[in-house]
């Protein structure tokens, strides 16, 4: 498809497991970000990547989160020893990044973890 | 500490009328500013922004309204309708920096009622 395609769409897992999300943003975008939405709160931005610059990894909330993007395509969002308060949607984004952007990006459907 | 807040978790209009959704911030290095728009179960999508050195911009029945001596946008529907019953994110960012990633603020859930 044209668009951002997230998997899973729904994961559930027991406390204390490693969970892996995928996203693959729109071919030829060139930044890729990771933001979750949990219960209640607005979109907490995670991760950006920008071609093979350093990632911007100011909002991962703890050393248990960590992402990749590999051939500056698909990324992967890792999760180690999950917690219950990491249960959220985890949203990914992308978009082209060029003189004149307008800030917009696009979203995937998102994946929606639950931890028992 | 939240730099973009709406304060207004939930919004009930009457179809017809307008719909005004309220965002305020605190970050005086924000530039721009967009509107997402969320159904259930689906990722956000872009509605409708703003730079800063403009005080209105609109598309159609969506204008967005912004007062940056208050840190204040606000995003107007009219008319509204039913399928505009959603969850509405303002988002800012700083746009000179060379890249950016947007601030989004709680969301504000419209209902639109026939």
């Known amino acids: 498809g044209a668009g951002v395609s997230q998997s899973p769409s729904n994961k559930v897992t027991e406390k204390g497991k490693d969970v892996e999300l995928r996203c693959d943003p729109i071919?030829?975008?060139?930044?890729l970000y990771w933001y979750r939405q949990s219960l209640g709160q607005g979109l907490e931005f995670l991760i950006y990547?920008?071609?093979?610059?350093?990632?911007?990894k100011s909002g991962l909330p703890s050393d248990r989160f960590s992402a990749e993007r590999t051939g500056g395509s698909v990324s992967t969002l890792t999760i180690q020893r999950t917690q219950q308060e990491d249960s959220a949607v985890y949203l990914c984004?992308?978009?082209?990044?060029?003189?004149?952007?307008?800030?917009?990006?696009?979203f995937g459907e998102g994946s929606r973890l639950t931890v028992l | 500490d939240q730099q973009v807040k709406q304060n207004s978790p939930s919004l009930s209009v009457q179809e017809g009328r307008i719909s005004i959704l309220n965002c305020d911030y605190t970050?005086?290095?924000?530039?721009?500013f967009l509107w997402y728009k969320k159904y259930p179960a689906e990722g956000p999508t872009f509605l409708i922004s703003i730079s800063s050195i403009k005080d209105k911009n609109e598309d159609g029945r969506f204008t967005v309204f912004l007062n940056k001596s208050a840190k204040h946008l606000s995003l107007h529907i009219v008319p509204s309708q039913p399928g505009d019953s959603a969850v509405y994110f303002c988002?800012?960012?700083?746009?000179?920096?060379?890249?950016?990633?947007?601030?989004f603020g709680k969301g504000t859930m419209l209902l639109v009622s026939p």
């Open positions: 970050n005086s290095m924000f530039d721009y």
């Open positions: 071919s030829g975008h060139t930044a």
């Open positions: 988002a800012a960012s700083v746009m000179n920096s060379g890249y950016s990633t947007l601030t």
């Open positions: 990547f920008q071609g093979n610059s350093a990632p911007d």
């Open positions: 984004a992308s978009s082209l990044l060029a003189q004149g952007w307008t800030g917009e990006l696009f």
